[in-house]
């Protein structure tokens, strides 16, 4: 079964920092583009970050950039969100997601976690 | 930046009915718009991928047409599980972007 465990959440104040994980297991997870996708109480579907399999190739939403760090751990099977500077409007349910087909890196996301709860106030 | 607008943003059905989605891109994307539903308290799920594609496992009442910048979701006869609220997302630019989402309610 293909599973995305999201962890790393909790409660922060403003400017405070915070590390995401994402731990992946069902298929061959260096073959896939994974992305972060959150979402503010309330609101949409805001796409945060991607990256490529291989993690050489990163992309962020001007939201974050500058703020956050995506990275992999391919020998753990492990999608990392580093996230610096927080805001009060960085607060939302964050979601991993893999990408749908091994070939694209901005791709549709066909598996996703139950997501992890941060909050900045 | 690719702004999704979608629309309505609330549609009132019953089961049986059939519902019609829409999402308008602000340039075109040619064929690159997925649709998601998320229930409440759940992540989305792809449905549609490259406007037309049904994803692993999804019910053949659910159709996505559309290309350029104008794109349907179409559930042909709602089932009770359908209830939910339905986005589309573009990959043919980064960033990726989702429209503001549709809710379908009864």
């Known amino acids: 079964e293909v599973l995305l465990v999201e962890s790393g959440g909790g409660f922060v104040q403003p400017g405070g920092s915070l590390r995401l994980s994402c731990a992946a297991s069902g298929f061959t997870f260096s073959s896939y583009a994974m992305n972060w996708v959150r979402q503010a109480p309330g609101k949409g579907l805001e796409w945060v970050s991607a990256i490529s399999g291989s993690g050489g190739s990163t992309y962020y939403a001007d939201s974050v950039k500058g703020r956050f760090t995506i990275s992999r751990d391919n020998s753990k099977n492990t999608l990392y969100m580093q996230m610096n500077s927080l805001r009060d409007e960085d607060t939302a349910v964050y979601y991993c997601a893999k990408a749908l087909t091994t070939t694209c890196h901005g791709c549709y996301m066909d598996v996703w976690g139950k997501g992890t709860t941060v909050t900045v106030s | 930046e690719i702004v999704l607008t979608q629309s309505p943003a609330t549609l009132s059905l019953s089961p049986g009915e059939r519902a019609t989605l829409s999402c308008r891109a602000s340039q075109s994307v040619a064929s690159y718009l997925a649709w998601y539903q998320q229930k409440p308290g759940q992540a989305p799920r792809l449905l549609i991928y490259?406007?037309?594609n049904r994803a692993t496992g999804i019910p053949a009442r659910f159709s996505g047409s559309g290309s350029g910048t104008d794109f349907t979701l179409t559930i042909s006869s709602l089932e009770p599980e359908d209830f939910a609220v339905y986005y589309c997302?573009?990959?043919?630019?980064?960033?990726?972007?989702f429209g503001p989402g549709t809710k379908v309610d009864i």
């Open positions: 490259d406007a037309s």
């Open positions: 997302q573009q990959r043919n630019n980064w960033p990726l972007t």
